[in-house]
Each structure stands twice: as structure tokens, then as C-alpha cells.
């Protein structure tokens, strides 16, 4: 007999048999697929939501062994206010994921040198805030802005006393560069995150590379203002 008609006489049989009879045809045949399909379809449901509901980041601030303070949302929300974010179509990161201890090579500091040279590369990155001793780490005059490019004259006078400077020769290059300011004294940021190992302050750094230094600029303003 042709395997079509055996599988017709198999249906045919199943429609008059009894309703545990038909469950188990359910389970042998069709349970599976079925599973199969409803888990890809609602995989693809979440990557299509995930792909028009991302938002490109405006503003991403990598903040160094740093702790947010409970129900801190209202720092990110009055940094947007002020610097102009509209952040129903743009995100805003303060990313409090990254702990670093100098001369370790524990896993916490092996996985933020590896995320931080990702978010550099890839251009993602636009601010570094961490302890003094963490920042001197990291500061580097290639890699952080000359913050007399992207101040006014009038920023650079007011915030002469904060500015962090780094001695180029160490770099092989000459001069001396003012590649962060010392932030420790904002109130804001004092009231929204607590960062540890800051007893020699809390500084902050432009990406040379960022793509939003205007915004970076803004948050300088909004720290110390």
C-alpha cells in the first residue's frame, strides 16, 4: 500500500478514536514542531522589538569604581534637561559596571580593561570619571582630550584650579596637557553616586576620539556649575 494511503487511513482512524488516542498523536507527531516554532517565532519577535526600540547612545560616561545611589534616575534625567538630550529617541549611559584595582589582574579588572578598550575602540565612549590614582592610571594626552581645544576661554579661567594636567614627556611628546578636571566637589555628583578610593579626588576626562564633546563639555558644566 502507498505510504500516502497509509497515512490517510492513519488520520481517518485517529478522527473517530478516542480523545486520549488523538493527545498521544498530538505528542508524537506534532508536539515538538510545534514547541520548535512557537520559541523561534518568539525569539524573532524580541530581536525585532529589541531592533526598533534601540536607541543610539547620545552621551556614554564610563564611571571607575563607582556606586549609584538608590533612586539616582533624576541625575541622568536633569543632565538630559540641561544638555539638550532628547533621550525618547537618544540613551544616556552612566555605566557604574567597571571596577578596577591598580596592579591587579583579578577578573573584575581584566573584564573592565577589555570593555573599555571595546567602548574606545568602537568610538562609544565619551567620558571617563574614576578616583585620582585610578584616572592617572588611564591618563594619557593621545588618548584623552587637551581640554584647552574644547573650553572656552572663559571655562578655562573658571576651572583653572580643577584642571588635571599630565607632563608629555612621559609620552615622548612636549609640553604639558590639561587632559581632565577634578570634579570631587560637585554636589550633584556627590548626591547621585559614591565613588571608592577617591581621597585624591575624582576626576574627569574627554575621549579623544568621543563623537559628542560638546556634551561632555555640558557635563563639566553641570558638575561644577
Known amino acids: 500500500m502507498p ?24 505528542k508524537d507527531y506534532y508536539r515538538t514542531p510545534l514547541i520548535i516554532t512557537v520559541l523561534a517565532l518568539a525569539l524573532i519577535g524580541v530581536l525585532l522589538y529589541n531592533f526598533m526600540t534601540r536607541k543610539d547612545y547620545a552621551f556614554y560616561a564610563a564611571l571607575i569604581n563607582c556606586s549609584p545611589y538608590p533612586e539616582n534616575e533624576w541625575f541622568s534625567d536633569d543632565y538630559a534637561s540641561v544638555a539638550g538630550i532628547d533621550t525618547d529617541r537618544e540613551a544616556i549611559c552612566f555605566d557604574t559596571s567597571l571596577y578596577y584595582v591598580l ?18 575602540l568602537s568610538g562609544t565612549l565619551d567620558v571617563m570619571l574614576g578616583g585620582g590614582d ?10 584623552f582630550t587637551d581640554l584647552r581645544e574644547v573650553l572656552t576661554k572663559e571655562q578655562l579661567e573658571k576651572y583653572e ?14 609640553g604639558s596637557f590639561p587632559v581632565a578636571i577634578y570634579v570631587d566637589s560637585s554636589k550633584k555628583l556627590n548626591d547621585a553616586y559614591y565613588f571608592r578610593n577617591a581621597e585624591n579626588g575624582i576626576a574627569l576626562g574627554i575621549y579623544a576620539n568621543s563623537s559628542h564633546k560638546e556634551y561632555a563639555v555640558s557635563l563639566i558644566d553641570y558638575l561644577m556649575e
Open 134 to 143: 585610578e584616572f592617572a592610571h588611564y591618563a594619557n594626552p593621545l588618548l
Open 3 to 26: 505510504v500516502m494511503d497509509e497515512f490517510r487511513e492513519e488520520r481517518a482512524a485517529i478522527k473517530q478514536g478516542t480523545f486520549r488516542q488523538k493527545y498521544q498523536y498530538f
Open 103 to 120: 596592579d591587579s589582574m583579578d577578573q573584575d579588572s581584566l573584564i573592565t580593561v577589555q570593555k573599555l578598550d571595546t567602548l574606545v
Open 161 to 174: 584650579p580643577y584642571l588635571y594636567y599630565v607632563d608629555g614627556a612621559e609620552f615622548d611628546i612636549e
